[in-house]
């Protein structure tokens, strides 16, 4: 069984901790990480981040971007910490984007780089001032998939159930030395912290290519291989041309339906990875995805709390662009025969 001396062994002897090593290697060299950059990773997931962000990383008041689900659940956790100041949080309405905006009162900004629940993606900019504040993207649908500067953030986090073809329940993120520097003054002042939620710790252990407490060994496995293939294939820019070729598909197919529209208006916010199309009433999605899904196609429903008509269509580096077009007939096909 091929890796067989992989599975089963503890997270702390070499072949888990190679398996660490090939993913921290491979996703800064495939992200682009500058000089004194470094990749850590723990359990839990993007949401678990959160929680170690807002513990170990806000300062005193963050500013968010929410424009989505995950904006807004992370905007909601600082906003609940009884520590820190009320958040600054700039909305905007599903289906396009909030942007950052420089504030002399906070030292945190914080946004997404791609919505995975409403289909939009905003650039990874660091805002004008003030000196010494941190940026934290939100990368769990972009990362691996969308062109990004790290210069532009101080942490870009995900987690490798999208782009990395991977399962949930881990954290990676790519941080900037001043991202360092600031988890452990904060930890250093006297915050509580518990142990699976520090920063600081979990650096500690991903410098010695381990995580604190034992991860799924078949998740690193995955992610291990899709890293390095996205490598061998031509590295992010390979994979955003990819992504991008499978959105032009897409949108410009809805584009030429008169019962089918992007949900995003603005085409520079239509994320490349996250397809949104919102169906005219009168062309049932629960129908049509119950047509698709009696013949094998699956999961192209809506975020269950957008609550609208509408198609949501996966277009990460491992979907094949012939792929995305031949839904595209699929679908052609059960409204015409609706």
Partial sequence: MANAHVLGTSHRRPPVKDLVRRIREGVAELLGAPDGYEVALGNGGSTAFWDVATLCLVERRAQHAAFGEFGGKFAAATSRAPFLEPSQVITAEPGTVAYLEPADDVDTYATPHNETSTGAMAPVTRPARPEGAVVLTDATSGAGALPVDLHQTDVYYFAPQKAFAADGGLWLAVLSPAAVERAERVEASGRWVPEFLSLTTAVANSRQDQTLNTPAVATLLLLADQVEWLL????LEWSAKRCATSAETLYTWAAQRAWATPFVADPRERSTVVGTIDLADEVSVDRVVAELGANGVHDVFAYRKLGRNQLRVGMY??????????????????????
């Fill in 232 to 235: 061998a294939q031509g590295g």
């Fill in 317 to 338: 580096p491992a979907v094949e662009p012939d792929d995305v077009a031949a839904l595209t007939a699929c679908v052609d096909y059960v409204v015409d025969h609706l």
